[in-house]
């Protein structure tokens, strides 16, 4: 299975700034995706970060407010800019992976989440 | 617009009972769907279902996707403390997973 990193786990930001995540697999993976989680809710996709080329942004998410990198096929970065309260949330860094045995395929996993707190 | 609904959206049980959670879905171009558990952090893959009425199962987990009737059950048998968890179901389309909003089970000792 792909084991995902993130940093930071956590932090507390103050309105106005930018924070990065940064995201990183054990192995390579074809697929990269940024979700956020707000409290008591479920997940929704913010991007698929592609590599070598621009992200794939869903409706209502933008570049300007969530720039993403993905050098490389092992790493990708979220940027959370101008931060507001309404963006305290967990964002999860997901990859899909090799599933064991071999055969069984791919799936998709996450990240342990980065908990984002905006005063 | 492409969705999924679980329900119940929570639940409480006690030790021992079993549970069913149910997942519909609407999708365009549907490739699979997936059962996560999620406690207090990042979600854990539990199954894949990609063949209607082929019955995954892991230890007291088990799960069938009804293609036709677009819809998925999970069951727990025999829940435990530790079964308490939010539960997603997420479908696989377009190159992307779209999530319901969760099933939040509580099992009380």
């Not at chain 1, 989680?37 to 570049?63: D, K, W």
């Not at chain 1, 990708?76 to 309260?85: D, G, I, Q």
Request: proline share 4%.
């Amino acid at each position: 299975s792909a084991v995902i990193s993130q940093k930071p786990s956590r932090d507390i930001c103050q309105r106005g700034t930018s924070l990065t995540i940064q995201c990183q697999v054990d192995s390579q993976v074809t697929m990269m995706f940024w979700y956020r989680q707000q409290p008591g809710q479920s997940l929704t996709l913010i991007a698929t970060a592609n590599q070598g080329s621009e992200a794939t942004y869903e409706s209502g998410f933008v570049i300007d407010k969530f720039p993403i990198s993905r050098p490389n096929l092992t790493f990708s970065t979220l940027t959370v800019s101008n931060m507001s309260p309404e963006d305290s949330s967990i964002y999860l860094c997901s990859a899909w992976g090799q599933r064991e045995p071999v055969l069984a395929g791919e799936t998709q996993y996450f990240g342990p989440g980065t908990r984002l707190l905006v005063l | 617009e492409d969705k999924v609904v679980q329900s119940p959206l929570s639940l409480v049980v006690h030790e021992g009972d079993t549970v069913t959670l149910n997942c519909s879905y609407e999708v365009t171009n549907f490739r699979s769907l997936l059962w996560y558990k999620q406690e207090k952090k990042a979600p854990t893959f539990l199954f894949m279902l990609t063949s209607s009425g082929i019955e995954k199962k892991s230890g007291r987990l088990s799960s069938i996707l009804d293609k036709k009737e677009l819809f998925s059950i999970l069951n727990i048998t025999a829940t435990q403390t530790g079964d308490s968890a939010v539960y997603l179901c997420a479908v696989f389309e377009g190159g992307k997973l779209i999530f319901g909003q969760g099933t939040e089970l509580s099992v009380k000792p």
